[in-house]
């Protein structure tokens, strides 16, 4: 499918769009790569691991709606994976964290449209549904610009569709760094938010994966989120440091004690296939989608009236020995 194609990754420096391009390079033959990103150093350094004939370096603001412009001339895709994701700082900066994620969102949606994009997915996140927090209100409105920007091409073939997921193993500024910096650094103790506390976990290269069959798989609208294993704070804790005791300090400003990934409000339009939900759109388009099959003809089921899918009542864990397993693979 990428093949001879121009992809666009906003974003591109960070931990997804680093993975993303690895991938592409590794099972396709793209004609181009465009790193789409702010930051020169990254950038700079992302080019000494990634220098294939391929690969184009594009300094750039999602908030720059000219300069997206003038970057997707020629794109067939784009990953939409920019964005500011730090809970509390979004909280203390909230103006800065809606010029990003929702201004630059329809940023993106714009230079698309105006250069015949084929497809474009937006990377969401789980913090998106019923959203407690200025990061994952910003989201959600990303979320819904995207779905809704299906009925902004007219006759063009130019689709949008959303990818949500949860924490990623290992990622900057996530729980296990940072636990793991504690230890290395001798701590007598790790803080814990609150015993009750669980999450979603998915690898950096199941996500990038997911993503990539949802290109193929992708009709316009949809929201894709994968089945994924959900784990206790507590025994992430246990699992990094078994001897540490924990130290209870409460949930920070925006955070929940467990994630959503579909909300109960939305199961009228939650479909349940083999290794992942689809929510379809709450608004009708142009042109009618069933969302109940998807273009590699895979076939969901319509989930029943008031199924949520939260991190708390997941029927798939992960163990202690499971987690460090899959730490010690990374």
């Not at 121009?6 to 033959?29: A, E, H, W």
């Not at 927090?133 to 689709?159: H, I």
């Not at 089921?301 to 397993?325: A, M, P, R």
Request: aromatic share 10%; net charge neutral; with cysteine.
């Amino acid at each position: 499918m990428f093949n001879g194609k121009n992809i666009l990754i906003t974003g591109g420096t960070g931990s997804f769009g680093k993975k993303y391009t690895q991938v592409l390079l590794q099972k396709y033959k793209p004609n181009k790569i465009i790193i789409y990103s702010r930051d020169e150093l990254k950038q700079y350094e992302m080019a000494q691991d990634f220098n294939d004939s391929c690969m184009r370096y594009f300094i750039g603001d999602v908030r720059d709606a000219d300069r997206l412009k003038k970057a997707m001339k020629d794109v067939d895709f784009v990953i939409h994976a920019a964005a500011l994701k730090h809970v509390p700082i979004a909280e203390y900066n909230p103006m800065e964290c809606i010029k990003t994620n929702i201004n630059g969102a329809q940023n993106v949606i714009d230079a698309a449209i105006e250069n015949k994009v084929e497809k474009i997915i937006a990377l969401s996140t789980d913090k998106a549904a019923n959203p407690i927090n200025l990061y994952g209100a910003t989201k959600l409105a990303s979320d819904k610009l995207f779905v809704a920007a299906n009925n902004l091409v007219g006759k063009q073939n130019t689709r949008f569709s959303v990818v949500r997921y949860g924490n990623v193993v290992c990622s900057r500024g996530s729980v296990i760094p940072f636990f793991q910096k504690l230890i290395k650094e001798g701590a007598s103790e790790l803080p814990i938010t609150d015993e009750k506390m669980t999450r979603f976990l998915i690898t950096l290269e199941d996500g990038v994966n997911f993503v990539l069959k949802n290109f193929e798989r992708m009709q316009g609208g949809e929201i894709f989120i994968p089945k994924i294993p959900s784990i206790k704070i507590v025994d992430l804790a246990k699992a990094l440091a078994p001897n540490l005791p924990h130290k209870n300090i409460g949930i920070r400003p925006g955070e929940k004690l467990h994630e959503i990934m579909c909300p109960a409000d939305d199961s009228h339009l939650t479909y349940e296939f083999d290794d992942h939900y689809v929510i379809a759109p709450t608004i009708k388009f142009s042109s009618p989608v069933e969302y109940d099959t998807n273009l590699l003809k895979e076939v969901g089921i319509h989930v029943k009236q008031g199924f949520e899918y939260n991190s708390g009542n997941n029927d798939k864990w992960l163990t202690e020995e499971d987690f460090l397993k899959l730490v010690e693979d990374l």
